[in-house]
């Protein structure tokens, strides 16, 4: 016997789960609908609470569970299975349709998914069975293990495949439709009402994919003939069968040197290989006990506010100067400034040009937090101040800002400081940024360090402790050694909090 949905503890505290709890009023409500809709809204509910917000900071969890709200709830309720004595559970469901996720969110997920697929090396196959490995030159290892394990359905490849496919990605359309086409085949043609592919629609779109991506039409005849066996009075199955054995058959053509899908880089990023690399390890900066300028200490920075609590001060790094400040913040603190941002965070931006513009080599969601929000912000200004001795007020710093990776979140190599003359930063005539100071006020379960690419280290998310590094030498050239990231995410949610302090020249000098 399932245990009643409304006697089940309700999880707290997650942003995807607020449309969950109210679907489940409106399924209480008419739980006598169709099983589907029962069971359908019995399995989220069970994934959600038997591991709580921990699992939902699964990767797979999140892609199904916003698959499920978005498209399959939808496909349940508009079926012709759930015509009869559902109109008005219908209606209640159009009320809160626009609190559910949106196809834009499904997109977001599941590239999220292939990014956080590409940066880690996981295997597909792995993926496909709720397990997240890597493969090694001794053969796999496991990056990282679920407290329950998600598996993926037919249906969930199948739309991870689609969106790669209508993007142009073919690459990634290639890999997970393998993963669909499978599946569906084992399926044996049973067909879920809430699912949105076959093993038609996986055929149609893999043949495509290998056509395009690396030229394979070899693979792109025998889908389409696997087609067109199942679906004989198809034409234009039958005119794309004629038109790959017509190219297979031409004198002129010789087979590409290389059919192995090649992978997109999609931001043009020149660092990738040493980036990604520095996400999966953490890089080969020597240890402690191997340079002696690396170590711990107390540090006051000669501030009496700090004489009787110094802060724990861990060198990661001279070239360029990297410092760690362990429990920098405490505990009440960390939570109280996420609150203050939760209402305002908005997807971030980067300086584009003269402008500010959402990019795909940065996705979170950021909030600035002027000190007249809370006493509490120019508590956490003063204590940056007596440790670094740099003025954190306007116009010598900007403003606090809060930053929230979701899982696949990200920002790919930058520097902080402006390397363009037309950068917004002149223009306020705030000068350059000297300085990052960043809290982490989480931690995650698996990946989100921050790498430093030249320097080849990256440091594990910490929580509660604060990095703090220079931006620009003292002749205030930048330092290129400097080119950081923040890795994907890949189980969890990230919070930081950023403060860059400017070399603001007054006018009058
Ligand atoms: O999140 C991180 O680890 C790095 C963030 C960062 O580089 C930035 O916000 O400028
Ligand atoms: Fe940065």
Known sequence: MRQSICSQQRPINSNVLHPLLELEDVIRRYIKCKDIIILTIYEVSDQVHLGGIVAISNPLLAFTLIKRLQLEWRNVVYSEEATENTQAFKDDYEKIEEKLPKAEDLEGAARGLMRLQDVYD?????????????????????????????????????????????KGDYYHSVIW?????????????????????????????????????????????????????????????????????????????????????????????????????????????????QNSNLYCSYETNLSPHLILQPMKREILSQKPDVILYHNFISEAEGQKIKQLASPWLQRSVVASGENQAAVDYRISKSAWLKETVDPLIEKLDQRITHLTGLNVHQPYAEYLQVVNYGIGGHYEPHFDHA??????LYRMKSGNRVATFMIYLSAVEAGGSTAFIYANFSVPVVKNAALFWWNLHRNGQGNKDTLHAGCPVLVGDKWVIRQSTNNWVPTYY
């Open 122 to 166: 996981l295997s597909t196959k792995g993926l496909v069975k709720g397990q997240f490995l890597q493969a090694t030159r001794d053969g796999v290892s496991t990056v990282y293990r679920p407290s329950i394990s998600i598996t993926l359905s037919a249906d969930d490849s199948f739309q991870i495949g689609k969106i790669a496919y209508d």
């Open 177 to 289: 439709l393998e993963e669909a086409v499978s599946l569906f085949r084992k399926k044996l043609r049973i067909w879920n009402v809430e699912d949105e592919g076959s093993l038609e629609e996986a055929l149609d779109h893999i043949a495509f994919s290998h056509y395009m991506v690396s030229g394979n039409t070899r693979h792109a005849l025998s889908f389409s003939e696997e087609l067109l066996q199942i679906d004989s009075n198809n034409r234009r199955v039958a005119r794309n069968v004629l038109k790959y054995e017509k190219i297979l058959a031409e004198a002129s053509y010789t087979e590409p040197n290389n059919l192995e899908p090649r992978r997109p880089n999609e931001t043009h990023l020149l660092t990738r290989k040493t980036y990604e690399s520095l996400c999966q390890t953490l890089g080969s900066q020597p240890k402690h006990y």
């Open 419 to 424: 390397t363009s003359p037309n950068s917004p």
